[in-house]
């Protein structure tokens, strides 16, 4: 069932451009099986001379994100307004999209039931009812990463609704447990290890000793918690990125420090360290990451803390082993004891790594029969959406046309997004 309340607008400029702020309020569970409603927000650009032109809605990686909040026009957005009007949608329970964190759901007797119509499949039927409101019988979509996944799942429920999609760094495997997903995101993590002790030779050396130091030494975070040493690791989701990459030296050039005689960690390490490892800004994504892979009974049931399964496998990853690998995008269930942001959410995530029936997000039969324009950006060394499993997709989804490169790591979109979103349209036309 779609929300049908009509959309409330408000509007401002923004960078020479003209920008309206839409909410509409939607129900709680489109299925109509659980009471309530949430309102979604988004904003849309337009460009000068463009408010007769189609609208795009983007769609971003996540879970758990709110859209960007852009106060200068360029990269992707740039291009894409030269085409169209361009609408950046708060994922439900992000931004202004009724917040879910540890302040909002306080109190609240089922978290987790409410928490579990936050996935793809919701967003997408919050998008519908966005779209209705606005008056636009068919729009484009562009996703990256999680923001793909959601573009998928799309273009299994509505594709009538769509002009054209655009995904970068974000096709789902389609079926399969979440086992699947982190083996092959270990390895490329591994090879991320690799890549980043070739590049800076001493570097394994340093974050083989913070973490031993951690593991012998208490060392509070600005936020006033232990930094554990298997927390510490988590900081190589810097590693699947390109200026996080490039960034790491800096981080980690001199962590120590002598006080009164003892070796500890300098304040700015900790607090950039505690920058990079805390869910305070964004808990959902710490909450439903597992979700994005859960498929239901027919596809393996709960996910059951999959990475930390997987990851019990792997003993390089250990924080206990003499050259420790740093991790990339896994969430653990002992986050949820570590970062004050995530405890009051425990229970919240342990019920929802339980959970046995989310139901199917995508329909690989209507992928396969699919009209609708798609092009989509696969990257050989994404570290966060394995390249394997993407092209297993694209070769499911009739007529997608994939740009396959490395050129990029899994931040393409960001770091040269007006030149990929201008590759990817040609490629979707040509």
């Known amino acids: 069932m779609r929300g049908e309340s009509a959309v409330s607008t408000e509007t401002f400029r923004v960078d020479g451009h003209e920008v309206h702020e839409h909410v509409v309020t939607v129900p709680l569970d489109h299925t109509g099986t659980t ?21 795009l809605i983007w769609f971003q990686g996540g879970p758990g994100n709110r859209a960007n909040r852009p106060d200068s026009v360029g990269g992707w957005l740039d291009r894409a307004l030269e085409e169209y009007r361009v609408v950046l949608l708060d994922q439900r329970g992000t931004g202004r999209s009724t917040p879910a964190d540890r302040q909002t759901l306080a109190g609240m007797a089922e978290p987790a039931s409410y928490l579990s119509h936050f996935r793809a499949d919701a967003i997408v039927e919050d998008a519908e009812a966005l779209r209705v409101s606005l008056g636009e019988e068919k729009w484009s979509v562009l996703g990256q990463s999680f923001g793909g996944f959601i573009a998928t799942a799309y273009l299994s429920r509505h594709p009538g609704s769509l002009r054209e999609v655009v995904i970068t760094a974000g096709l789902p495997a389609l079926t399969g447990p979440a086992d ?38 208490e060392e509070l975070l600005p936020t006033g918690e232990r930094l554990s040493a298997r927390r510490f690791l988590q900081i190589g989701i810097k590693l699947g990125a390109a200026s996080g990459f490039a960034a790491m030296p800096y981080l980690l050039e001199d962590p120590f420090v002598s006080v009164r005689g003892e070796r500890r960690l300098r304040d700015r390490f900790l607090a950039e360290v505690g920058g990079v490892v805390s869910f305070a800004g964004n808990p959902l994504y710490a909450v439903l990451h597992e979700t994005i892979y859960a498929q239901g009974s027919a596809s393996h049931g709960a996910t059951r803390w999959a990475a930390q399964r997987v990851r019990d496998r792997l003993p390089a990853f250990d924080a206990s082993a003499s050259a420790p690998l740093l991790t990339g995008e896994h969430i653990y269930p002992w986050q949820f004891d570590e970062d004050p942001a995530l405890v009051p959410l425990k229970d919240a995530a342990e019920a929802l790594a339980a959970k046995e029936d989310f139901g199917r997000l995508y329909d690989p039969a209507t992928l396969a029969e699919n009209t609708v324009p798609v092009a989509a950006a696969v990257y050989q060394d994404d570290m966060f959406v394995p390249r394997q499993l993407s092209l297993q997709t694209a070769a499911g989804i009739r007529g997608l046309r994939p740009l396959i490169t490395n050129e990029y790591q899994h931040d393409g979109i960001r770091v040269d997004g007006r030149n990929l979103l201008d590759r990817l349209l040609r490629l979707l036309r040509g």
């Open 180 to 217: 699947d997903v982190y083996a092959l995101t270990y390895a490329q993590t591994a090879r991320r290890n690799a890549d980043l002790g070739r590049a800076f030779p001493w570097l394994p050396g340093t974050i083989a000793d913070v973490a031993r130091h951690l593991g012998d030494t």
């Open 35 to 55: 009471p309530g409603t949430i309102e979604v927000f988004a904003r849309e650009f337009v460009r000068r001379g463009g408010e007769s032109r189609p609208r």
